[in-house]
Nanobody, 118 residues
Framework: QVPFVESGGGLVQPGKSLRLSCAAS????????MGWYRQAPGKQRELVAH???????NYADSVKGRFTISRDNAKNTVYLQMNSLKPEDTAVYYC????????????WGQGTQVTVSS
């Protein structure tokens, strides 16, 4: 059983917003740094936002200023607020923890599809 379940994706017009959620279970969520990743058709999965256990954040240049990652340790959930969405943000979005490679590979969930189109 994978520890993460992503939700909140959908079809939106350019310029609109979405908020993704990633619920964790079966892990000591609060001690792990977490990341939101995305994979567009024909492309490799990429890290778009990262948050440490202490709340420090980093973003890919392509989303900086538009996306915000946050976490609620009481709810074992990490969020991705996505504003000013662009067609190039279209992808399946996943979350994962900063685990060893073998654990990370086994921890990918189903992801949530985000489609930005007019």
């Amino acid at each position: 059983q994978v520890p993460f379940v992503e939700s909140g994706g959908g079809l939106v017009q350019p310029g609109k917003s979405l908020r993704l959620s990633c619920a964790a279970s079966g892990i000591m969520f609060r001690i792990y740094a977490m990341g939101w990743y995305r994979q567009a058709p024909g492309k490799q999965r990429e890290l778009v936002a990262h948050i440490t256990s202490g709340g420090s954040t980093n973003y890919a240049d392509s989303v900086k200023g538009r996306f915000t990652i946050s976490r609620d340790n009481a709810k074992n959930t990490v969020y991705l607020q996505m504003n000013s969405l662009k067609p190039e943000d279209t992808a399946v979005y996943y979350c994962n923890g900063d685990f060893p490679d073998s654990v990370m590979r086994a921890s990918w969930g189903q992801g949530t599809q985000v489609t930005v189109s007019s």
